[in-house]
């Protein structure tokens, strides 16, 4: 599991005083409602960060990161990432799994065949569908497929029968 989640993409700097248009990368933008501190991810590396959050909207959110006060200070920030530690991430429903937690997963089912590991998570509104080995496989994620996640454990169990009828195989 990693140690630091993604919250929010930075897309562009956003005024002329530093602030930055973040996409959300979270369901609920209410998650950053109080969010003072967080970090910065950029180029591969974390640095903690005191932020302001200007305003939100379903599709949108503008920050002010402190330190970066200038469109050219916010301009070095584009294509980074807000991220908060695990002790400050959203406190998740039952069943409910962070995506970066579930990239990486083995992917095996009932009867003991293995089809690889989930190499992403489709949104797709509806309900989100797991992608494995870069879609070899890409299975709904409904609970009448899932027998287990074990994020702990490194792996996610599918219900075979309820596969083969719902799943979508490349070949």
């Keep these: 599991m990693t140690e630091y989640l993604r919250v929010g993409f930075i897309a562009r700097p956003h005024g002329i005083r530093g602030a930055v248009k ?75 799994y962070f995506i970066a937690d579930l990239i990486g997963l083995a992917v095996s089912d009932t009867e003991g065949k293995d089809y690889g590991h989930v190499t992403d998570v489709l949104s797709t509104g509806a309900n989100d569908v ?26 996610m169990v599918f219900k075979a029968d309820v596969l083969r009828e719902v799943g979508l195989f490349a070949d």
């Design 22 to 96: 973040l996409d959300p990368l979270t369901d609920d933008v209410a998650r950053f409602q109080g969010l003072t501190e967080g970090y910065l991810e950029l180029h591969g590396a974390y640095a903690p960060v005191r932020l302001s959050v200007l305003s939100k909207r379903p599709d949108a959110v503008v920050v002010h990161l402190e330190g970066y006060d200038t469109v050219e200070d916010a301009q070095q920030l584009r294509g980074g990432f807000l991220c908060v530690d695990r002790a400050h991430a959203a406190q998740l429903p039952e069943y409910t």
């Design 130 to 155: 797991y992608v494995v080995d870069g879609g070899k496989l890409m299975v709904p994620a409904l609970k009448k497929v899932i027998e287990q996640v074990d994020v702990q454990g490194g792996r």
